[in-house]
């Protein structure tokens, strides 16, 4: 096992891979902007070190400066938590080459799967589900137009190199399409330094239903089930949920199982997550792979048990599966979270300040994972996640209402949060039917 | 000339500046982008007119509420 790791990150992930650490004594450092400095979750930490100004460009993106920092602090083995460097596939390897352990997948993995034509290419190849798609779009606007053409109206245009739902943009007809193409490829290229587009078939009301993975060195590959994680804004999560509601058990197992075993046959190796995407005719198709941990991972923890943060990291350090998971991983009740964040909740645009008023839930058994506390600032130059509020109970139904007490009982003052917004989702008749589609909040909220 | 004020809706920072004073400016027209927490959040006029000053620079701090151009209409 490792002796020392390193935090490459910050906020609520920072602060649960700091606890998963103290759970395993190993010896913790931590790393902070300007802006961070203070946070609550530093004390976790066993060291820590400032990494420059709050432009995350300056800090938690500094290649340079975080190669010094573990260097200088004699870390064995980095976590680079969701984010920022974590699927950069370059920084991995140059991890690994200063003689520090990546905590995930070989770099290798993190660059075919980074590349989103390239994985669909992948898993065309090894049999996975895939939805018709293009590849990497031309300059030339009759092959585009071609293209979409023979994909079908309507299309969603989409960053290859992307992630995080940045720069993804419908086209209803083939009139929208040079628009959107121009768009996104100039969103891509702010975004992810690279213009490559390409287009999918848009399904209407998908759900979206991801599967977990964990691998180790050995070749070997099991799944914890699956996530519902349907319910979205600007094509980012907002309620994720386990198991999936209204979906045949076996039927769902059954897949589940064919992705590890596609996952074994490739040889991937660490902590990941198959997207899919089910139309509305029960038909699955491969969105993505990331390559790293979700930020939605406390909902499989509570319905199986297993510690995902320590697994990831006792498969890094060379244990095998059989060591790390139980024989039999079991799903055990129902298990929400919600995402709670500095933002307008009708409009959704961010909403940073001073956190005057910040009191979570004190039921015990309500998790919180969040990287604030009453007194500090919300700033503009980080993701607005304030905390994932988790529950976990016998049923579906009773999950759904300790998650609205939950948040009923949150309060937040000084910063525009979701929490209304949240809770008319939840306690939505759609919502509490299971009849959950990506377009629900949009739907439910108008 | 009744002028009109156009404001940031966040806290962010200015990113891209996409009308200089003197355009021409129809009803919609996107005059600056805005960044705030990972998302790009434009500055749309409501009326057409003129731009007549740009109250900010690119990479400059805004704050919610702030007067980020005037218009002319």
Redesign the interface.
Known sequence: MFDRIIVANRGAVAARVLRALNAMRIHSIAVYSEADAGAPYLELASETHAIGPAPARESYLNQETLLEIFRRSRADAMHPGYGFLSENSEFAARVESAGTCFIGPAPRWIEAMGHKTRARDLAVEYGMPVGSGSDVLPADRDIVAAAARRIGFPVLVKPAAGG?G?GMLPAYDESQLAEAVERARS?AQRGFSNAEVYLEKLLERPRHIEFQVLGDRFGSVRHLFERDCSVQRRHQKVIEEAPAPLIERQRIEALADSIAAILQKMGYDNIGTVEMLMGADGSFSFLEMNTRLQVEHGVTEEVTGVDLVQAQIRSAAGERLETILPERVELKGHAIQARVY??DPK?F?????KLKVYRPPVDSSVRIETGYVEGRDVT?????LLAKVIVHASTREAAIGRLCDALDEFAIEGVKHNIPALLTILRSVPFRSGQVHTGILADVMS | MATVELKS?????VWQIKKQPGEAIAEGDIVMIL???????PVVAEDAGTLKELVVKEAE?VA?GQTVAILEI
């Open positions: 995080g940045i969103m500095a933002e409009r645009f961010p909403s940073p300040g503009p130059h980080y993701d607005p | 809706e966040v806290t962010g920072s960044e705030s927490m990972k998302m790009e959040i701090a919610e």
